[in-house]
């Protein structure tokens, strides 16, 4: 779904966010969602170590500056909160040009500026109910100056209120507006995934997908659905994946494979000769991190999970930072 860049652009940089997986105002009949709570990211060891590394890019500079002079959004102070849904299309399936998605930003934003932007710069709307849905595709090219894939012709976006804009399908306008009009609170997960999610309280990115509606997915990983949540306790950075799958034997053979690619990457990773003293820092710090990796699960599922220091997941950022930094040109960290 390429026109999710269109609701992707306008949350480029981080701002304050709800704890928690938060799926209100979205339709029900979700096959994925992808969340980020950014609050929590933010105040996380590493959200701030990569908050630092993204300040220091020219192009998420540039992307800030513009949401502010064109829509009035402070980048670090109005955006909140991001949720992405996918839906199957009539088929129940999803596939490239069969499907349709939802995107939610929350924050803090001024309907009218962002209507008055869409109007001054003759960009296509429609009115449904009581909204502006401005199309996506020019909308973003106004914003941005790039001409976005050609996915966002078919999406629209709306300043719904002053805490809540929306990105979503053609097809599904109406119904997402309706939902968000509702704030419906329908039961998008498993209830064993959203158990599973409220438990992470210290988590900030949420993933969850039902796999057996997405051939493609289906047939590269395997697994009928797959969960994911990362996020950070007071000592480590922790991940946590579950994949579940049709058989015994299909999860049986999946965590066989996986702890096979471990053993391999950890004997790649022994191998310094001829490294300088930084880059046989950094093999012997990605080597921690790949034994650190627990691979489980039984019956149907399989799992992975990590639980590795924070401290040397910020030492790892800030040497990625140290070399933009000794990099050309490269603008002073804010």
């Not at 704890?19 to 009949?29: D, F, I, W």
């Amino acid at each position: 779904m390429r026109f999710l860049l269109a609701g992707l652009i306008l949350s480029l940089s981080f701002g304050p966010a709800q704890a928690a997986l938060n799926t209100e105002s979205l339709p029900a009949g979700a096959v994925g969602i992808v969340s980020m709570d950014i609050t929590t990211f933010r105040a996380s060891k590493v959200g701030q170590a990569i908050e630092k590394l993204a300040s220091m890019k020219a192009k998420d500079l540039e992307a800030s500056r513009k949401l502010s002079d064109k829509l009035g959004i402070d980048s670090k102070k109005d955006l909140q909160d991001l949720v992405v849904a996918l839906y199957p299309g009539p088929d129940g399936k999803v596939a490239e040009k069969n499907a349709s998605a939802v995107v939610l930003i929350r924050g803090k934003f001024l309907p009218t500026t962002i209507d008055a932007f869409g109007a001054s710069n003759g960009i296509t709307a429609k009115t449904v109910g009581k909204h502006k849905a401005w199309e996506a595709g020019a909308f973003i090219e106004k914003l941005t100056g790039e001409k976005p894939k050609d996915g966002a012709k078919d999406a629209y976006v709306v300043a719904h209120s002053e805490s809540l804009m929306i990105v979503a399908s053609k097809e599904f306008l109406e119904r997402a507006l309706a939902s968000a009009d509702r704030r419906e609170k329908s039961a998008l997960l498993p209830a064993a995934v959203a158990s599973k999610f409220a438990a992470a309280r210290q988590s900030w990115f949420y993933l969850y997908a039902d796999a057996s509606k997405m051939p493609s997915a289906k047939e590269d990983v395997g697994a009928e659905d797959i969960s994911l949540v990362l996020g950070e306790n007071a000592t480590d950075l922790q991940l946590a994946v579950a994949a579940g799958f049709a058989t015994d034997e299909k999860a049986s053979a999946m965590r066989k494979q996986v702890k096979g690619l471990q053993a391999f990457a950890m004997f790649g990773l022994m191998n310094d000769d001829g490294k300088s003293p930084d880059e046989k820092a950094n093999l012997a710090l990605l080597s921690e991190l790949v034994q650190k990796v627990r691979i489980g699960g039984d019956g149907k599922q399989a799992t992975l999970d990590l639980d590795f220091p924070a401290d040397k997941a910020v030492q790892a950022i800030s040497n990625v930072i140290d070399k933009v930094q000794k990099a050309p040109g490269a603008p002073a960290a804010k």
